[in-house]
């Protein structure tokens, strides 16, 4: 059995959404890394955009840490193993510090995490050192490290946030209210920093920033009052079989479809698979495979590039014609449709495996964690889109909620003929890697 491994590790929370967790995160990623530290980042709940930002900054994998699709021994897991190659971990929360179930109270103290609170402060004063107060004793036995003040008009206002506090210590400094220190956004949240020429010199803006400020101006040994213990993880348990092996699963990748979680992607290869990527923007056909997988992402936005690729929507039909899985979910199974209507009202015409449209909208359609039970396994992830799907074919079953029943008329529809399974859910594959590995060799029922 491996080590203990101790290691500084922060959690930063806010409020709410929207205060700038993501910024400060990176920010603090990128100096630190700048300073020749090694960092590892980790983001509270599943998301895909968020770790683009924070994987540029430290320059390693992110994964998503959830008490509940993940389960508590996987986040252990994780952060030891980061414990045992890093100089500073960094965990991004999800919306407010206590907002859902389970929240980023909930894993920073479960886990032992101190919390760092970014806060907006734009549009305060001494309310700053009320809510401030609040968030550190709302619940007791919570570790503090700090706050930091962000959107801040100069250092008068700074000073006067700084006096709001009941305990001085705590401030760890401000940021300016400068535009330029914000991250882009869309109707899903942060444009990936894969798809901006300038995203490296955005961080570097807000990690000199942060530099200025007594939380950038951290060394080594003020870091360490911040050192968690992370116990070592029981062994995993031996892989005896590898139900994948001699199987190719072919993993679209590009923009349109970036919606990967790296671990999902490991998960495949430990079940034995070989794991190859295609671009269906760059016009690729399918590559030789046995299985294929498009994840989520944005069609949407390139729904008329993806459309005119006749010939990789020909291979599809044929890959599904014989015989071989292919799983979609989200942004992947709405470019199988017949018809994607875009923001604008625009019917584009899509591959056409899946009879009917998917219409994007103004409104959020779904939001939150999901579990696709099959023959006793839980294949565990979550829901997010703008979209609705509008097809004559019924579904072969639905996703629940963690506390759903079987019959949950909020879960996700499981599109499914023989081969083909499709639905909005987004699934993270090490929470049952036996089932997944049934969904890619046998297709439904699995």
């Known amino acids: 059995m491996s080590e203990p491994a101790r290691c500084p590790a922060i959690l930063v929370a806010a409020p709410a959404s929207g205060q700038g967790k993501t910024t400060v995160t990176a920010a603090l990623a990128r100096l630190h890394r700048r300073r020749g530290r090694r960092v590892r980042v980790f983001k509270c709940g599943p998301d895909f955009l968020d770790p683009f930002w924070h994987e540029l900054a430290s320059g390693a994998p992110v ?49 032992g995490l101190p919390v760092l609170a970014v806060v907006d402060a734009g549009a305060m004063a001494g309310t700053f050192g009320a ?42 400094g401000a940021l300016p209210r400068e535009p330029a220190l914000a991250l882009p956004e869309r109707h899903l949240g942060l444009v990936a920093a894969t798809e901006l020429t300038d995203a490296a010199e955005r961080l570097d803006a807000a990690a000199d920033a942060l530099a200025a400020t007594p939380l950038g101006q951290m060394g080594d040994a003020d870091l360490q009052r911040w050192a968690v213990d992370f116990p070592a993880p029981a062994p995993p348990a031996a892989v005896t079989q590898q139900p994948l092996r001699g199987r190719t699963v072919a993993v679209a990748r590009d923009a ?15 079940l034995g698979a070989e794991v190859v990527f295609f671009s269906p923007l760059a016009g690729a056909d399918l590559p030789a495979c046995d299985a294929v997988w498009l994840p989520g992402g944005y069609p949407e936005l390139h729904a008329a590039r993806l459309g005119a690729n006749h010939a990789l929507r020909d291979s599809l039909r044929a890959h599904v014609a014989a015989e071989r899985p292919l799983w979609a979910e989200c942004g992947g ?41 099959i023959d006793g396994q839980q294949l565990r992830g979550h829901t997010f889109h703008y979209s609705r799907a509008e097809t004559a074919w019924p579904p072969a079953a639905r996703t629940t909620r963690p506390e759903g029943g079987a019959d949950d008329a909020e879960g996700e529809a499981v599109y499914a003929r023989g081969p083909l399974v499709a639905s909005y859910f987004h699934a993270w594959f090490p929470s049952a890697p036996a089932l997944v590995a049934r969904l890619l060799s046998r297709g439904w029922p699995a």
């Open 63 to 111: 994964h998503p840490l959830d008490l509940w699709i993940n389960g508590e021994a996987d986040c252990r897991a994780r952060l030891h193993a980061a414990a045992q190659q890093a100089d500073l971990i960094l965990v991004e929360g999800v919306m407010g510090l206590y907002d859902g179930q389970p929240s980023a109270a909930d894993l920073a103290q479960r886990l």
């Open 131 to 172: 809510l401030v107060h609040g968030l550190q004793h709302y619940r007791e036995g919570l570790r503090w490290a700090g706050v930091l003040a962000n959107r801040v008009g100069g250092e008068r206002h700074a000073g006067m946030l700084r006096q709001s506090l009941r305990e001085p210590a705590q401030w760890l």
């Open 256 to 270: 349109a479809f970036c919606f990967i979680y790296a671990a999902n992607v490991d998960c495949l290869r430990q």
């Open 333 to 373: 199974m709405m470019a199988l449709f017949e018809t994607l209507v875009d923001k604008s009202g625009q019917s584009h015409a899509m591959w056409g495996l899946l009879p009917g449209r998917v219409v994007m909208q103004q409104r959020l359609a779904a939001l939150g964690p999901q579990q696709l039970r």
